[in-house]
């Protein structure tokens, strides 16, 4: 342009030029009109313009200038006209008479609104346009209700006397965006005008038309109180309707503003895209925090740790692709809806560590896909619904520590692909049904902190391959399950504080793999088997079992050699004091009384060696001088053998006894003594 001195119009009207006006168009002295409205010019509007001494008239309206004006077109104020309307990404939405009224510097204009129906807000020369969608036209002329509106109003031209066009702008009224229609048409030799104001939704407002040299009445009143006057977006003469596909709105979106809104989004710890989100329902949530998407739908709702406070809400049974639904460790509340009953695909479900309520929904028994089910930690009560072992693939089931109640549903031995029971914790009662057998895969059985009772012989009895059991703080009965011996993986075995009787099972010491071991506090009795032996060196317990060796303390018979001789003698109560007595294991390894006795034998009176002896022992007395009498009892009291003998030794034979422990009773005068004899052969 630089050879076009004596250029003095430029008429570039109504074409779909795009770029930027160029910089040295001041060097245009002559140019007195410049018109490039209705154009696709974008950029600011160059300094350089101010130059334009002869310039009378300047059209830019209906283009996509943005900036800031610059200080030198305060120039341009007296210019005979200067259109910028329509051009909403400019201070003041295109007004150029507003900067007119400053002092023309960038700071003068920063903070003013702009934007399509001066919504927006400019900060460092850039318009910070709303994100209500009520400003954004392709959502707009996507709207039904706006749809319908322009099919009715017709646009042609079919020469004088036959014309309609019109424009669709959008503005404010009282701070709520309002649609405009302004309709211009011919009829005959009559020029009627109309303006239409509506509501984002397509609320009627106003309508107005008027002829040639009238106007609306002054009734009519809320289109001359708009902000700004209004920011075309849609001229029928000359632009295309949008491509609506782009606001079809997601299948789930729905879902999961309720989800947010319902566990009060606003305060989550990380609201990555679901903030923005909510303003806009053609939002893609498949970029959203914890949500996996596949084929545009929601597979997988992971937000665990983050704070989401509220009941779930019953909309989240409209995600029917959802597989993975995982709010571990938050504060929801309420009850879980029956609706995530609905969802065919599920297979992970997590309210782990909440502050849920109620009962545990029958529905979910219809969740044919579910393979892991973690409820612990809420306030869940009832009784657990027979329906979940309708699940065929449950293999991963968590209910502790919450306060459900009731007994155990037979249903559930039609799980066979179980791995991991978790019950723990809870008021549940009553035995475990023998059917639990089918039960033969699993690996984590914690049952402890209930009210179960009943014997345990038959109830998982096919399972080998346990790694951990736990059914303490019960009121289990009947043996130590025989089975448990044959889950040679098992780490740890807790079944104290049960009512267990009978000895501990003797193969419990080939547990190779045991780590911890603890059954305290039942009624067990019996020498421990001497394969024990093997446990000594892990965390072991066997305190409160009274009729076991040294009532069941475990580091005594770590202590000793291990075989049942080893542990007879040892104290133990019967629970019976009315023979004054201490009671001891004998060598059947049964807990009874000691044999009475006055005095003990002092080793300055009478002498007794080998002890332990094989064969024969000997006896040796001082200071005696009356007739003795010897007798030997078995440990269970049994008189075995008697006889009397007088002087200062006596030689017993032993050698038809069998290797135990026996009691030696020497009785002179009115003195009796007892002495522990230990045949060992």
């Known amino acids: 342009m630089t050879n076009l001195e004596k250029l003095q119009g430029l008429y570039l009207t109504n074409n779909n030029i795009e770029g930027s006006i160029p910089t040295n168009i001041g060097n245009l002295k002559s140019l007195r009109q410049l018109r490039l409205q209705n154009n696709k010019i974008a950029g600011e509007i160059p300094a350089s313009l101010g130059d334009l001494d002869s310039i009378f008239i300047i059209y830019f309206h209906n283009n996509r200038l943005s900036g800031c004006y610059h200080e030198n077109l305060l120039n341009l104020c007296d210019v005979g006209e200067f259109r910028l309307p329509n051009n909403e990404n400019l201070p003041w939405a295109g007004d150029f008479t507003k900067f007119c009224e400053t002092d023309g510097s960038i700071e003068s204009q920063k903070g003013y609104y702009c934007g399509l129906g001066g919504a927006g807000i400019l900060d460092d020369c850039e318009c910070i346009v709303s994100n209500e969608l009520c400003y954004t036209p392709d959502y707009l002329l996507c709207q039904d209700w706006l749809q319908a509106e322009i099919a009715s109003q017709g646009c042609y031209d079919f020469g004088f006397g036959n014309r309609r066009n019109y424009t669709i702008g959008v503005s404010k009224y009282l701070d709520d965006p309002v649609v405009t229609f302004q309709i211009g048409a011919e009829i005959a030799s009559e020029v009627v005008s109309t303006r239409i104001v509506f509501t984002c939704d397509g609320e009627l407002l106003e309508s107005c038309s008027f002829s040639l040299g009238t106007n609306c009445p002054d009734s009519i009143t809320i289109y001359s109180q708009l902000f700004i006057p209004p920011t075309a977006f849609y001229r029928c003469m000359e632009d295309d309707l949008t491509d609506c596909s782009m606001f079809d709105q997601y299948p789930d979106y729905e879902a999961l503003s309720s989800l947010f809104y319902a566990t009060n989004g606003l305060d989550w710890t990380n609201q990555e895209g679901w903030r923005d989100g909510m303003q806009d329902p053609y939002n893609d949530p498949c970029e959203w925090v914890g949500v996996t998407c596949a084929e545009g739908r929601v597979t997988s709702l992971v937000l665990s740790s983050n704070n989401l406070d509220g009941q779930i809400p019953a909309e989240i049974g409209e995600l029917d692709k959802l597989k993975f639904l995982l709010f571990t460790d938050n504060n929801l509340s309420g009850s879980i809806p029956d609706a995530i009953g609905e969802l065919p695909e599920l297979q ?38 027979a329906s979940l072992g309708d699940i065929p693939f449950l293999d991963d089931v968590n209910l502790s520590e919450n306060q459900l109640t009731g007994s155990l549903p037979i249903e559930f031995a039609q799980l066979e692909f179980m791995q991991s029971l978790y019950l723990s914790d809870n008021n549940l009662t009553g035995p475990i049904p023998d059917e639990f057998s089918n039960m033969d895969g699993l690996h984590y059985l914690y049952l402890h902190n209930n009210q179960f009772d009943g014997s345990l012989d038959f109830a998982f009895s096919n399972n080998t391959e346990l790694i951990s059991i736990t059914l303490d703080n019960n009121n289990f009965t009947g043996t130590i399950p025989h089975w448990l011996t044959e889950n040679k993986d098992l780490a740890k075995i807790e079944l104290q504080n049960n009512m267990f009787d009978g000895e501990v099972p003797v193969s419990f010491g080939q547990l190779n793999s045991l780590i911890e071991f603890n059954i305290d506090n039942n009624k067990l009795s019996g020498c421990y088997p001497e394969d024990m032996k093997n446990l000594c060196d892990i965390e072991a317990s066997s305190t409160g079992n009274l009729l076991m060796p040294w009532m069941g303390d475990f580091d005594e018979f770590c202590n000793v050699g291990g075989s049942a001789m080893t542990q007879w003698g040892a104290t133990c109560d019967d629970g019976d004091d009315s023979n004054g007595t201490q009671d001891i294991i004998r060598e059947d390894c049964s807990c009874g009384p000691e044999i009475v006795s006055t005095n003990d034998i002092e080793d300055d009176y009478f002498s007794i060696y080998p002890n332990p002896a094989t064969s024969l022992v000997h006896i040796e007395c001082t200071n005696c001088n009356a007739d003795i009498k010897i007798s030997i009892y078995s440990a269970n009291g049994k008189r075995l053998r008697q006889s009397n003998w007088f002087g200062v030794t006596k030689e017993i034979d032993i050698s038809n006894l069998t290797s135990g422990l026996y009691l030696l009773e020497i009785t002179t005068g009115d003195k009796k003594y007892i002495e522990k004899l230990i045949v060992d052969k």
């Open 348 to 385: 992970s479900f997590s309210i782990f560590g909440n502050n849920i309520s109620g009962e545990i929904p029958t529905s979910l028994g219809q969740l044919s896909k579910l393979k892991t089910l973690i409820f612990a930690k809420n306030n869940l009560t009832e009784s657990i619904p």
